[in-house]
């Protein structure tokens, strides 16, 4: 097997840690090996303790490893949405070779030259996407290489996030004995992956059931627009049963998983199950239907939160409606539930490949299968990224706005204006923050 054909997915979850290790064959892609292992030191998707994790990564790369037959030295990595902030932004440089026939080493310099600029000196780009090129005022091209001309200029998407996060994700990877080759912003990945044309064009809501939280994403006219991140997941719903029911952790995730349901009505009747009580010496009984009662009134919660921020930015009733995706949605009722807390409008979005054939493998698959579409222009933003993140001149310049911006924590983008929002409100902010954002998913005229 050429190495060089290989691409690994690494997903650093609060829960579990997941590998895929898939091939690449001319446009055949498949997975060819997986591993996972239980997750340490993070915390609502965040590194809190390297070493811990580092620990729980090379178990879970080591399990792929040795189901691929192969040795894993790298990987593509993926980042949470964590105080995201997306800005626009745009450069220019001048064409130096004599024959003015524009290259992709050009295109680096004016991909470098556009983050120079207003991006502050805590945070670090995780992707940029190029809206367009413009070549001697010629607008509207998607890739200017091999085009003649003396004057290149870009404007596009960057993708903002705390540059503490990279660092200790960058610094957890290289302890398990890897190199980081890529970071892919998790929504932007799996939107781009999972979801069909129409729906990244027309817009839809991507929502991702992790463990340590719940992440909405709108993608719209093929970008990604917006991002909500809930602090809570999978993991409080794993000890809302442990308090209620008196088990351990471990006994209440092996109990959600072998027993729950998302919506009690689909609970069967009269089914019930045996649990050890802490503090107990006898065995208890407990029917599923109380059970789902208890994962139900979680799920409820997240879903309210999530419809209350869509709705802030009219999101509710986009074409390509609500995906549905990660591991709490595997949850039998996961479906029904989100058609009755959002719309009808709702699938359950799960990779297609064996071996993987469950929502708790879509971050790492669309990681995998995010880096094997990209196209030559992409890697070459990819590089240009990567480079900067190694050598820590991501940024030489930023503005005193830019800076104040920094200092907020959870930033969102408004479409509307190009302003940062705050991402918790204070009282008496929803209905002007719902202003601002209306008009999101409108195309601005130039």
């Given at each position: 097997?050429?190495?060089?054909?290989?691409?690994?997915?690494?997903d650093?979850?609060?829960?579990?840690?997941?590998?895929?290790?898939?091939?690449?064959?001319?446009?055949?892609?498949n997975?060819i090996?997986?591993?996972s292992a239980?997750?340490?030191?993070?915390?609502?998707?965040v590194v809190g303790d390297?070493?811990?994790?580092a620990?729980a990564?090379?178990?879970?790369?080591?399990?792929a490893?040795?189901k691929?037959?192969?040795?894993i030295?790298?990987a593509?990595?993926?980042?949470?949405?964590?105080?995201?902030?997306i800005?626009?932004?745009?450069?220019?440089?001048s064409i130096?070779?004599?024959?003015?026939?524009?290259t992709?080493d050009?295109v680096?310099?004016v991909?470098?030259?556009?983050l120079e600029?207003?991006?502050p000196?805590?945070r670090?780009?995780i992707?940029?996407?190029?809206d367009e090129?413009i070549?001697?005022?010629?607008?509207g091209?998607?890739?200017?290489?091999d085009?003649?001309g003396?004057?290149?200029?870009?404007?596009?998407?960057?993708?903002?996030g705390p540059?503490?996060?990279?660092d200790n994700?960058?610094m957890?990877?290289?302890?398990?004995?890897?190199?980081v080759?890529?970071?892919?912003?998790?929504?932007?990945a799996?939107?781009?992956?999972?979801?069909?044309?129409g729906?990244?064009d027309f817009?839809?809501?991507?929502?991702d059931l992790?463990g340590?939280?719940?992440?909405a994403?709108i993608i719209?006219?093929h970008?990604?627009?917006f991002?909500?991140?809930?602090?809570e997941?999978?993991?409080?719903?794993t000890?809302?049963?442990?308090t209620?029911?008196?088990?351990?952790?471990q006994?209440?995730?092996?109990?959600?998983?072998?027993?729950?349901?998302?919506?009690?009505?689909?609970?069967?009747?009269?089914?019930?199950?045996?649990?050890k009580?802490?503090?107990d010496s006898?065995?208890q009984?407990?029917?599923?239907a109380y059970?789902?009662?208890?994962?139900?009134?979680?799920?409820?919660?997240?879903?309210?939160?999530l419809g209350?921020r869509?709705?802030?930015?009219?999101?509710?009733?986009l074409?390509?409606?609500f995906?549905?995706?990660?591991?709490?949605?595997?949850l039998?009722?996961?479906?029904?539930?989100?058609?009755?807390?959002?719309?009808?409008?709702?699938?359950?979005?799960?990779p297609?490949?064996?071996?993987?054939r469950?929502?708790g493998?879509?971050?790492?698959?669309?990681?995998?299968l995010?880096q094997?579409?990209?196209?030559e222009?992409q890697?070459?933003v990819?590089?240009?990224?990567?480079n900067?993140?190694?050598s820590?001149n991501?940024?030489?310049a930023?503005?005193?706005?830019?800076?104040?911006?920094?200092?907020?924590?959870d930033?969102?983008?408004?479409?509307?204006?190009d302003?940062?929002?705050?991402?918790?409100p204070?009282?008496g902010?929803f209905?002007?923050?719902?202003q601002k954002?209306?008009?999101?998913?409108t195309d601005?005229?130039?």
């Amino acid at each position: 097997m050429n190495p060089s054909d290989v691409i690994v997915g690494l997903d650093i979850g609060t829960t579990l840690i997941k590998v895929i290790v898939s091939q690449v064959d001319g446009k055949q892609f498949n997975v060819i090996a997986t591993g996972s292992a239980p997750s340490q030191g993070i915390y609502q998707g965040v590194v809190g303790d390297i070493t811990a994790t580092a620990k729980a990564i090379k178990a879970a790369v080591d399990e792929a490893a040795s189901k691929a037959n192969i040795s894993i030295d790298q990987a593509v990595v993926g980042v949470p949405a964590n105080q995201l902030s997306i800005v626009n932004v745009d450069g220019l440089v001048s064409i130096a070779n004599q024959n003015k026939r524009i290259t992709y080493d050009d295109v680096a310099n004016v991909i470098h030259q556009s983050l120079e600029n207003n991006i502050p000196t805590d945070r670090e780009v995780i992707e940029l996407v190029p809206d367009e090129f413009i070549v001697d005022g010629f607008d509207g091209i998607t890739d200017p290489s091999d085009m003649i001309g003396v004057r290149l200029e870009m404007r596009g998407m960057a993708y903002l996030g705390p540059a503490k996060l990279l660092d200790n994700l960058k610094m957890a990877v290289e302890k398990a004995g890897l190199r980081v080759s890529e970071f892919v912003l998790t929504p932007l990945a799996m939107g781009k992956t999972i979801l069909d044309d129409g729906e990244q064009d027309f817009g839809s809501v991507l929502i991702d059931l992790a463990g340590g939280q719940s992440t909405a994403a709108i993608i719209h006219d093929h970008k990604l627009k917006f991002t909500f991140v809930d602090p809570e997941g999978g993991d409080n719903v794993t000890k809302d049963i442990s308090t209620v029911l008196g088990v351990s952790y471990q006994d209440a995730e092996s109990i959600k998983r072998d027993h729950g349901y998302a919506l009690p009505e689909l609970a069967p009747e009269g089914e019930n199950f045996a649990v050890k009580v802490v503090g107990d010496s006898e065995i208890q009984t407990v029917s599923e239907a109380y059970l789902a009662e208890i994962i139900n009134a979680r799920l409820e919660q997240i879903y309210e939160r999530l419809g209350e921020r869509l709705s802030m930015v009219g999101a509710m009733e986009l074409p390509g409606g609500f995906i549905i995706t990660g591991g709490n949605s595997a949850l039998p009722g996961s479906l029904e539930l989100a058609q009755e807390m959002l719309g009808s409008n709702a699938r359950l979005a799960v990779p297609n490949q064996i071996g993987v054939r469950h929502p708790g493998f879509t971050r790492a698959f669309a990681f995998t299968l995010y880096q094997a579409q990209q196209s030559e222009l992409q890697r070459v933003v990819k590089g240009v990224i990567m480079n900067a993140l190694v050598s820590g001149n991501a940024h030489v310049a930023h503005s005193a706005q830019a800076d104040e911006a920094a200092n907020q924590d959870d930033m969102v983008w408004s479409a509307d204006d190009d302003e940062f929002i705050e991402d918790q409100p204070k009282q008496g902010f929803f209905h002007r923050m719902g202003q601002k954002l209306s008009g999101l998913f409108t195309d601005k005229d130039d």
